[in-house]
């Protein structure tokens, strides 16, 4: 998504110009044809017992008008569905990428379906005794909206979860409980996976939505059928919900390769110091690996302060300066007792090089396969801000119309969610405080101030979701353990070396 993701009372966005949302809606609608063709092929192979009449008298000459007509039903069913909440709920993105990644799962579970439902119950060793129907209950939808509410958010996972069951529980069976079972069962596993930032919090989730999909099982089967198959619908719920957090664990690494997402636990992994990137910043860079550090705990802990996302603002902090590797002496924190190079440059040059280093991050975080929320904040980071120091070396450039104050800002973008926004502020704060020798509590205090508020009159915050409360929390959560760390430096005393 373009532009603003600001929020009006509603939380929508506010609305696009004709052209863009009519560009937008005909992109999205090409999509969703050629993903419904695809379900159209499949439910064209195997649908027969779905869609005995299908196509009516015309079905006998051309036997493909009954997929046609199918691939338009479902592509304006995803087509709608999707542009509808593309536009007015938040988080919801329509990026060809997600869409992408959304009917994968869709596709997947399709076959998943099939498998559970022809190969199982036809299997002579193991469906007997089992009505047919009654696998329905084995579909794993509970696991793909866990994946899916694991590697986007809890919006999209709520409407993949309605998207899927229709699709899924017409390849399926068709039936009433069949997809009533799917949407409420997918809801418990998306519902579980709140933050997942180990395996076994994933594990426990699926365990926490077994006994929710075997009750929902049994009393379905029992409203629709009575009480021939209830013991095995219970039986294959509460499976399906155990079953469901080892399915998403085997989906979610393909899924972040193939896609390019990062899940917590993919962060946490990344986080180790033994990532070559952190190896060669600790190596090439020491003073920006330590400033990377300091960061990473001054955004956590506002993260905390704001029920954020602490894993992502860490991580992401550790990895905010890699395009600095290679060009470390540029940088004030890897100059200490040396020159400052700065010195003998144009502010032009200085201002080029200082740049780069977002440009090259963006670019090491794709070669490194970062993930798409690392990669985000790093882009991110400076905003649009201004090159202050450079700005000030360059003002008799600026007063001789040789160059512009707009030339020394970053290119952007703008921090658009609010761990980004955190690490912006944890950044600036770093470094100012750095600067200060030896600095009281207090002073550490007005320095912080003063940076949240020279941001945010900048305007950088203007594309995120931050709210006033939320800046000064995370103003005073970052201050109180800048203040601790300068706190703690003390001189070593020489009679001790
Ligand atoms: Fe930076
Ligand atoms: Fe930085």
């Known amino acids: 998504m373009s532009g603003s993701r600001s929020a009006n009372r509603n939380g929508s966005r506010p609305p696009e110009n004709g052209a863009a949302s009519r560009g937008r809606y005909l992109r999205l609608l090409g999509l969703s044809l050629g993903s419904a063709a695809v379900f159209a092929v499949l439910f064209y192979l195997w649908g027969s017992e779905l869609f005995p009449r299908g196509a009516g008298r015309w079905g006998g000459t051309f036997p493909f008008v009954g997929a046609v007509a199918l691939t338009l039903a479902v592509a304006l069913f995803l087509s709608e569905w999707f542009g509808f909440a593309g536009r007015e709920v938040r988080k919801v993105r329509l990026a060809a990428r997600d869409f992408l990644f959304l009917c994968s799962l869709a596709l997947l579970l399709f076959f998943a379906a099939k498998a559970v439902i022809d190969l199982i119950a036809e299997s002579p060793a193991l469906g007997r005794g089992v009505p047919t129907r009654v696998y329905a209950y084995l579909i794993p939808l509970p696991a793909f909206a866990m994946v899916v509410r694991v590697l986007l958010n809890s919006e999209t996972s709520i409407l993949f979860t309605v998207a899927a069951s229709v699709l899924s529980a017409a390849a399926a069976s068709g039936s009433w409980p069949a997809l009533l079972f799917l949407l409420l069962s997918g809801t418990a596993g998306a519902a579980r996976a709140r933050r997942v930032p180990d395996r076994y919090r994933m594990l426990m989730a699926g365990v926490q939505a077994a006994p929710v999909c075997a009750v929902a099982a049994a009393a379905l089967e029992f409203s629709f059928h009575g009480d021939g198959g209830v013991l095995w619908a219970g039986v294959f719920g509460a499976v399906n919900g155990l079953l469901s957090g080892p399915i998403a664990l085997a989906v979610m690494p393909v899924a972040e390769s193939a896609f390019g997402y990062a899940s917590d636990i993919r962060l946490m992994e990344l986080s180790g110091a033994g990532h070559p990137l952190l190896v060669r910043l600790m190596m090439e860079a020491p003073g920006t690996f330590h400033h990377s550090v300091v960061v990473g705990t001054l955004a956590e802990a506002g993260a905390l302060a704001i029920g954020a996302n602490p894993v992502l603002c860490r991580v992401a902090a550790l990895y905010h300066d890699i395009g600095k590797i290679g060009k470390a002496q540029y940088f004030s924190e890897n100059q200490a007792g040396s ?42 980071h400076h905003g649009t801000s201004l090159l202050y120091y450079f700005l000030d070396k360059a003002k008799p450039m600026i007063e001789d119309r040789k160059a512009s104050e707009e030339m020394f800002r970053y290119p952007g973008p703008k921090p658009k969610t609010r761990e980004a926004a955190i690490i912006m502020l944890a950044d600036s704060a770093e470094a100012a405080v750095r600067s200060l020798d030896r600095p009281a509590p207090r002073e550490v205090d007005e320095t912080v101030t003063a940076i949240v508020n020279r941001i945010y009159l900048d305007g950088q915050l203007n594309e995120c979701d931050l709210t006033l409360r939320d800046l000064h929390a995370v103003g005073r959560a970052i201050s109180q353990v800048l203040a601790a760390v300068a706190h703690t430096r003390v001189d070593y005393p020489a009679s001790a070396v």
């Open 339 to 380: 020159e400052n190079v700065h010195d003998a440059m144009s502010p032009g040059l200085s201002r080029a090089v200082i740049l780069s280093h977002v440009k090259e991050g963006v670019r090491m975080a794709g070669e490194f396969r970062l993930g798409d929320r690392i990669t985000e904040i790093i882009a991110q």
